[in-house]
């Protein structure tokens, strides 16, 4: 069974429909022991970065994942359920983030923002996610990212403005900046190449 997590943050219903293309039980719930029963965890994300931390610490969300993380639990997060990930995004006056990984959420050098529409990615040679669609677009809704490459794990980047980091691979959290979810036959199969890890 998956779980999406439902703290208030957009997508939940086309991550759901997403995720249940691949076969399995999906609900969205904010229930702690379904979402640490469940094999994996989605963490979706739209918005404003302060507000989607405002919104997951408001049904303990940041004890939610950190359960799982000790649990040896999977998880994937989503656009602005990926960068939450990091230490801390600077977008409005700044907020501190889940600090799962290292790094800042900052804007996209780019001379047109949000970087709306598909892109390609430059998927690393060892990832499991992009199995047989690393030469696939995905389609990207930002103006913020991160930037440095995660230590010990597989890091994705795209181009749009300034290299960025487009879906980062570790051993129990996996994260895209893009949006699986509408990204076509490409996305329903990085899903899967997910699915098939649970």
């Not at 969205?28 to 989605?42: I, K, N, W």
């Not at 405002?54 to 639990?73: F, H, T």
């Not at 990091?86 to 600090?99: A, Q, Y």
Request: proline share 5%; net charge negative; glycine share 10%.
């Amino acid at each position: 069974m998956i779980a999406i997590l439902d703290y208030g943050s957009g997508n939940l219903r086309s991550a759901e429909r997403a995720f249940a293309l691949t076969g399995q039980e999906v609900i969205v719930t904010s229930d702690p022991e379904l979402c640490l029963s469940a094999d994996g965890l989605v963490v979706p994300g739209v918005g404003a970065y302060s507000a989607c931390m405002e919104q997951l610490r408001s049904i303990a969300g940041e004890e939610i994942i950190a359960a799982r993380l000790s649990m040896k639990r999977k998880i994937f997060g989503i656009c602005v359920g990926m960068q939450i990930f990091f230490d801390g995004g600077t977008e409005k006056n700044g907020s501190s983030g889940l600090g799962i990984w290292p790094g800042e959420v900052s804007p996209i050098a780019a001379p047109i923002l949000p970087h709306i529409g598909w892109n390609t990615v430059t998927a690393a040679t060892d990832s499991i996610l992009f199995n047989g669609v690393a030469d696939q677009s995905f389609y990207f809704v930002h103006s913020f990212a991160a930037k440095s490459q995660v230590p010990q794990a597989i890091n994705t980047f795209c181009e749009y403005g300034e290299p960025f980091l487009a879906a980062v691979e570790a051993e129990y959290v996996v994260a895209t900046q893009f949006h699986p979810e509408k990204s076509g036959d490409a996305g329903a199969q990085l899903i899967k190449n997910w699915v098939n890890t649970l």
